[in-house]
Structures are given as structure tokens and as C-alpha cells.
């Protein structure tokens, strides 16, 4: 079993940054491919990035390349998303999602373990 728990939400202007941070923990966490989703209201949630296992290889929805960054400190088992020139369609829960196969993930089905959400508000 592993435990995923994010945080680093909140609510800025638009243009601002946020950090996300998500921690996991249990057997063998750090050999997880790692992914953030996000759902805003009303909507279906939706995939935002994913890093492999040793962080060598990432993947992002075309909306948020070039503004957001994925890493990962397998040292800590936490996995970080820097939000950076965020904007208001970029408002929902954000989900981290741990993946036992080591490979990133894009779709939800392939993520076994999820955290229970941080909430990112940007007004405009």
C-alpha cells in the first residue's frame, strides 16, 4: 500500500506561481512512476503531467507545457509540480497519483494510488 498526500494549493492572481508537492510512502514508493491530475467543477479530471520512476523521462497536457515542471526527489518520495504565468482556466483540485509500473502514465486507469486532492484558485 502506498500513502499520497499533496500539498502546496491555494489561491494567487493570475501570472503568479505555486508550488505543488506530493509525498508518497510505503514499500518501495520511490520505484513509482508519479502524476498530477487535475478536475475543475463541472468537469471530468484530467491529466496535467507524469515522470517516470528515476525521473529521466516527464509528459504534459499541451495546455500547461512550457508554464509547468514536474520533478521528482526519490530521496524524499516527493514528487513536485512548479506552476508557473498560472491563469484562471488553470483552477481545480489537484490530484498526485502513484503509478506501480515505472513508466509515465497519461491516463487515469493507469495510476494505482491516489492523495486526496489540494485546491489551486487563480482569479483573474
Known amino acids: 500500500q502506498v500513502h499520497v498526500v499533496e500539498s502546496g494549493g491555494g489561491s494567487v492572481q493570475a501570472g503568479d506561481s505555486l508550488r505543488l508537492s506530493c509525498a508518497a510512502s510505503g514499500r518501495t514508493s520511490g520505484s513509482y512512476a508519479m502524476g498530477w491530475f487535475r478536475q475543475a467543477p463541472g468537469k471530468e479530471r484530467e491529466f496535467v503531467a507524469g515522470?517516470?520512476?528515476?525521473?529521466?523521462?516527464?509528459a504534459y497536457e499541451d495546455s500547461v507545457k512550457g508554464r509547468f515542471t514536474i520533478s521528482r526527489a526519490n530521496a524524499k518520495n516527493t514528487v513536485y509540480l512548479q506552476m508557473n504565468s498560472l491563469k484562471p482556466e488553470d483552477t481545480a483540485v489537484y490530484y498526485c497519483a502513484a503509478r506501480i509500473e515505472g513508466a509515465v502514465g497519461v491516463r487515469m486507469n493507469e495510476y494505482d494510488y491516489w492523495g486526496q486532492g489540494t485546491q489551486v484558485t487563480v482569479s483573474s
Open positions: 515522470i517516470n520512476w528515476s525521473g529521466g523521462s516527464t
